[in-house]
């Protein structure tokens, strides 16, 4: 969304520039760090992702989702048909917020969300 990758498919930019609200989780920055640390990260990231990322989602008033307490919980409940522990984050996140996620992982559609992409 930040950096206009092509790989973003249109549906996923219509519901980015639509009029629902859209939200950013924390756990995508962590995931980041994760990556980074590891040297296997897909697209460039600016060294200060950190600061630049933060304030270009407060920018385009995009607010950060905080995992809280419950989502933890609910983490350990969730069906095993996703292993990555990001991911099984962002559903716990979308299931106990009603919301949808954006994502390009079809092994998500099992949760029962709302996937758009």
């Excluded at 609200?21 to 995508?28: C, G, K, Q, T, Y």
């Excluded at 989702?65 to 069906?79: A, E, H, M, T, Y």
Aim: charged letters at 25%; proline letters at 6%.
């Amino acid at each position: 969304m930040l950096h206009g990758d092509a790989r973003l498919s249109r549906a996923a930019g219509d519901a980015i520039d639509g009029d629902l609200p859209i939200f950013h989780s924390l756990v995508s920055l962590w995931e980041i760090a994760i990556k980074l640390s590891g040297k296997r990260f897909d697209f460039h990231v600016r060294s200060d992702w950190n600061t630049c990322y933060p304030e270009a989602l407060e920018r385009v008033n995009v607010p950060l989702l905080v995992p809280g307490i419950n989502d933890c919980r609910f983490v350990q409940d969730l069906p095993k048909h996703h292993a990555d522990p990001f991911d099984r984050m962002l559903v716990s996140q979308a299931t106990n917020r009603q919301l949808g996620i954006i994502s390009a992982d079809p092994a998500l559609d099992a949760y029962g969300i709302r996937r758009i992409w």
